[in-house]
């Protein structure tokens, strides 16, 4: 009988000893913290365990301790990310007791932002030659689509003789050999996210002349080939003339 209540006693310690954590913004249910670029996130921890109990904290992110001034460790701990960055999201922070490891609580971040699709770009390609435009669609949540157009109108793929890949981080839109009365233009790449609306980024696209490129590296060969036989022609030469002077 004294054996089982020992066991209980135990279990109820092991219960009710724990850290907890809470943030702004809020954590929800999942521990998970939604959040923004460029913004602060606070995360605070306690521990029910009082600092005589030797409640020390330990921090870490994604599973790297993190650096606590000593004040900043006794009974209640904060860590402050500031400002949130790309690299935040998805990092996990968890807060738990040194002396004991098994006791700890994490929370997650999700950091929302839009594609980078402002600006506009200049783009020059010779005719007959390749046409790439990339469009950056990198962004949390993902964009739930991405279109092209050209003067304002839908692009004909076929027409144009245009292909577009995308491998969820950016919109690849080429072709093959480029023509003034087909590809030069306004294009714009449009990308539609569930958050943050609709996104648009302009190429202005010009076609030019080809020009004729010169083969370099032949040239220079000849031109030392040449360089080469007129010496050892002027070296001969010098040999006879010191032979009929002797």
Known sequence: MGSYCFLVLALCAAQTLCVTIESVPGVNGEGVILTELETTVLLLCRSNRSEGEGAELVWLRNGATVALREGNRKGQSAVCVMPVIHQD?????????????????????????????????????????????????????????????????????????????????????????????????????????????????????????????????????GVVVVCLTGLLAILSRWKKIIKCCK
């Open 89 to 221: 999201n998805g990092a996990t922070f968890t807060c738990r007791l040194s002396s004991n490891a098994t006791v700890e609580a994490s929370a997650t971040l999700n950091v929302t932002y839009p594609p980078m699709l402002s600006g506009s770009d200049n783009v020059w390609v010779e005719d007959d030659s390749p046409l790439v435009l990339h469009c950056d669609t990198f962004a949390n949540p993902p964009v739930s689509s991405v279109r092209w157009t050209l003067n304002d109108s839908a692009l004909d793929l076929l027409a144009g003789g245009f292909s577009v890949s995308d491998n969820g981080f950016a919109s690849r839109l080429s072709a093959d050999k480029a023509e003034k009365s087909k590809h030069e233009g306004l294009y714009r790449c449009i990308a539609d996210s569930p958050v943050y609306g609709i996104k648009s980024r302009d190429f202005l696209v010009t076609v030019t002349e080809k020009t004729f490129k010169f083969p370099l590296m032949p040239i220079i060969a």
